[in-house]
Structures are given as structure tokens and as C-alpha cells.
T-cell receptor, first 115, second 109 residues
Framework: SAVISQKPSRDICQRGTSLTIQCQVD?????MFWYRQQPGQSLTLIAT?????????ESGFVIDKFPISRPNLTFSTLTVSNMSPEDSSIYLC????????????FGEGSRLTVL | GQNIDQPTEMTATEGAIVQINCTYQ??????LFWYQQHAGEAPTFLSY??LDGLEEKGRFSSFLSRSKGYSYLLLKELQMKDSASYLC??????????WGAGTKLIIKP
């Protein structure tokens, strides 16, 4: 298992600003992911955070809008840049601790509201 | 394309049994996951099926039929705390999870 700490847990942001979300895991993990979950909708994968190299982004998500850092095997950040109200969502950090088919563990999420 | 279908909402009575269905179409298949998500909280793992059949884990069971692209989550002896959203996710050939929109389960006394 893995214990994942995410912060901030929630924030209210102004349009045009940027916010960085931090994710700390209590053990070294190979696979770390960032998801978005808009109200009443499914989880959408933003990107896979790769240690020591650029993140791998899913279709519809770009590095300029969602820059990701992963300096080591226990920590990652996601920045939501130049925010608009459409970015209001829950952002979730998740990790897989064993193999390609192991279960995903999730952080408690960061609920962002953009005014 | 890849698609996961599950009902949007279901209602059941405390103490009863409920079955939440999920059908999937993914490019390749490496297993089917069920997660529980209480309002305002992160999803938590319930089950993983990669072979056909029923996996039982306490009050919760999960079934998979790969030939039909079908799974269900069975919840027995329902308790009020089981009120949550239940997310079905299929893992494709690239080990990516394709998520359903979730089924909101409402338990009534």
C-alpha cells in the first residue's frame, strides 16, 4: 500500500493565476499519475509523471498548461497555469506500487475553484 | 474507440443486495477494477478481476466475463455507509485505465 499526501486540499483561485499542487508518497514508487475529476464525471488522466524526464501527457493536455515535475521517486507537483473557470475541478495524484496491473492508490485530491 | 458504460445512479434499501453492472470496450484487456468513492473523498480500491468468474471479498463480490465485456459489483447486506459512487475501470493493452463515469448508489433506510 501507499500513503499519499496532497496539498492544498482545496483552494479558490483568480482567473489568470497559476497554482501548484504537491504530492508526497510515503514510499518510493515507479508509477505516478495525475488525474482530473470534474463534478459528476469520470476520472481523466492528465499525465504520467516520470522521474528524471518529461511527463507523458494524454491527448488534450499540454505541458504549457499543466507543467509537472518529478524530482524523485516520492514527490511530484502539478501546476495548473493561467487558470480559467473551466479548470475548476478535483485534481488527484495517484500511484501504482507494484507492476503494470497493480491497484492504484489515490491522494485525497485538491479541489480547485477558479473565479 | 474505448468505452465504459455503467448506470448513473441506483437506489437500494439497507440490508438488501444490489448489483452494479459495467460493460467495457477497450483496446486489449489487462483487467477490470472497481473503486469506491465517497463524496468529497479519493477513490479507494475494491477489486480487480482479470480472469472470468466471481471474486468474493466479504460483503462485496465482483464478476467478470471477458467474452461479453461485462462485469458487475455485487454488494450484500447493504449498510448506510455504502452510499457512494462506484467506479468501473478497464485496463487496456498499454496498461492504461479507462474509467467509467461512476454509479452513484443511494441507500435508503
Amino acid at each position: 500500500s501507499a500513503v499519499i499526501s496532497q496539498k492544498p486540499s482545496r483552494d479558490i483561485c483568480q482567473r489568470g493565476t497559476s497554482l501548484t499542487i504537491q504530492c508526497q508518497v510515503d514510499s518510493q514508487v515507479t508509477m505516478m499519475f495525475w488525474y482530473r475529476q470534474q463534478p459528476g464525471q469520470s476520472l481523466t488522466l492528465i499525465a504520467t509523471a516520470n522521474q528524471g524526464s518529461e511527463a507523458t501527457y494524454e491527448s488534450g493536455f499540454v505541458i504549457d498548461k499543466f507543467p509537472i515535475s518529478r524530482p524523485n521517486l516520492t514527490f511530484s507537483t502539478l501546476t495548473v497555469s493561467n487558470m480559467s473557470p473551466e479548470d475548476s475541478s478535483i485534481y488527484l495524484c495517484s500511484v501504482r506500487t507494484s507492476g503494470d496491473t497493480g491497484e492504484l492508490f489515490f491522494g485525497e485530491g485538491s479541489r480547485l475553484t477558479v473565479l | 474507440g474505448q468505452n465504459i458504460d455503467q448506470p448513473t445512479e441506483m437506489t437500494a434499501t439497507e440490508g438488501a443486495i444490489v448489483q452494479i453492472n459495467c460493460t467495457y470496450q477497450t483496446s486489449g484487456f489487462n483487467g477490470l477494477f472497481w473503486y469506491q468513492q465517497h463524496a468529497g473523498e479519493a477513490p479507494t480500491f475494491l477489486s480487480y478481476n482479470v480472469l472470468d468468474g466471481l471474486e468474493e471479498k466479504g460483503r462485496f463480490s465482483s464478476f467478470l466475463s471477458r467474452s461479453k465485456g461485462y462485469s458487475y459489483l455485487l454488494l450484500k447486506e447493504l449498510q448506510m455507509k455504502d452510499s457512494a459512487s462506484y467506479l468501473c475501470a478497464s485496463m487496456d493493452s498499454n496498461y492504461q485505465l479507462i474509467w467509467g463515469a461512476g454509479t452513484k448508489l443511494i441507500i435508503k433506510p
